[in-house]
C-alpha cells in the first residue's frame, strides 16, 4: 500500500523535475520573455484542452465539469486578493508576480495530481507495470515547465524549485494510498476536483501569463508563440 504511494510520489517528481530542467534551459537561452511566457501560456492551453478537460468530462459529465470550473476561478480571485497582502514591495513587482504565478500553478496543479494518484494507487493492485510509470513522468513534464518557467523568471534557484517538485508531487503519493484503499469509487468527487484545477490553471494562464506577454510583445506574436505552444503539447501528447 504504502510503495504506492512512494513509487507515484518519485514518478511525480522525477517529471517535474525534467519539465523544470527543460524550463531552466528555455530561460537561460531565450533573451525574450514575452516568447517564454507566450509559449508557456499555450502549452497550459493544450495540456487543458487536450488532456485534462476530457478526463474531467468522462468522469463527471458537463455539469459538474462547468460547476467545478467556476469554483476554480472564484478560488483563484479569493487566493489572488489575499497575495497581494503577502507580495507588497512595490521595488520588485515583477518578481513577486511571478512567484505568485508558480504559486498559484503549484496549488492548481496539486489538486489535479490528487485524483492522478488516486487513479494511480486504485488500477495497481495487480501490480505495477513500466508502461503506467513512464505515463506519470510523461505526464508531469509538461506541468513542471509550466510551473517552473515564473519561477525561474523570479530567480528563484533550481534547488528550491527541487523542493517546490517534492511538495507537489505529494498529492500523488498520498492519493495513491488512498486509491489502493478505497479505489475509484467517488468519480464525481475526484471530477469536481479536476475542474476547479483546471478553472484555476486557465484564469492563471489568461491573467498572470498571457496578459504579461501582451505587455512585453504584439498581440499577433503573443498569439503566434501561445498557439506554437499549444501545438507542441499536441504533439508531444500524440507521441507519448
Not at 46 to 60: H, N, T
Not at 113 to 123: D, K, V
Request: aromatic share 12%; glycine share 10%; net charge neutral.
Amino acid at each position: 500500500m504504502y510503495y504506492l504511494g512512494f513509487i507515484g510520489f518519485v514518478t511525480t517528481t522525477i517529471g517535474l523535475s525534467i519539465g523544470g530542467l527543460i524550463a531552466l534551459f528555455l530561460n537561460r537561452f531565450q533573451q525574450s520573455i514575452a516568447t517564454t511566457y507566450a509559449l508557456c501560456a499555450g502549452m497550459i492551453i493544450g495540456l487543458v484542452y487536450f488532456e485534462i478537460v476530457p478526463e474531467s468530462i468522462k468522469l463527471g459529465g458537463w455539469i459538474l465539469f462547468i460547476t467545478g470550473f467556476l469554483t476554480g476561478i472564484f478560488l483563484f480571485f479569493i487566493i489572488h486578493k489575499a497575495s497581494h497582502r503577502i507580495f507588497r514591495d512595490t521595488d520588485k513587482q515583477n518578481e513577486n508576480l511571478y512567484i505568485r504565478t508558480g504559486l498559484f500553478l503549484m496549488f492548481s496543479i496539486s489538486l489535479h495530481n490528487f485524483p492522478l494518484g488516486i487513479a494511480f494507487g486504485s488500477s495497481q493492485n495487480m501490480g505495477l507495470s513500466n508502461s503506467v510509470l513512464q505515463t506519470i513522468i510523461l505526464h508531469n513534464i509538461p506541468e513542471g515547465i509550466a510551473m517552473f518557467t515564473p519561477l525561474f523568471l523570479a530567480k528563484v534557484k533550481f534547488h528550491a524549485s527541487v523542493l517546490f517538485a517534492i511538495i507537489v508531487s505529494l498529492p500523488v503519493g498520498m492519493g495513491a494510498i488512498l486509491g489502493s484503499n478505497i479505489g475509484l469509487d467517488h468519480p464525481l468527487l475526484w471530477s469536481l476536483i479536476i475542474s476547479s484545477a483546471i478553472g484555476m490553471m486557465i484564469i492563471v494562464t489568461i491573467k498572470e501569463i498571457y496578459f504579461e506577454a501582451l505587455n512585453q510583445s504584439s498581440v499577433v506574436y503573443s498569439l503566434l508563440m501561445t498557439g506554437i505552444g499549444t501545438l507542441i503539447i499536441w504533439v508531444y501528447l500524440n507521441l507519448i
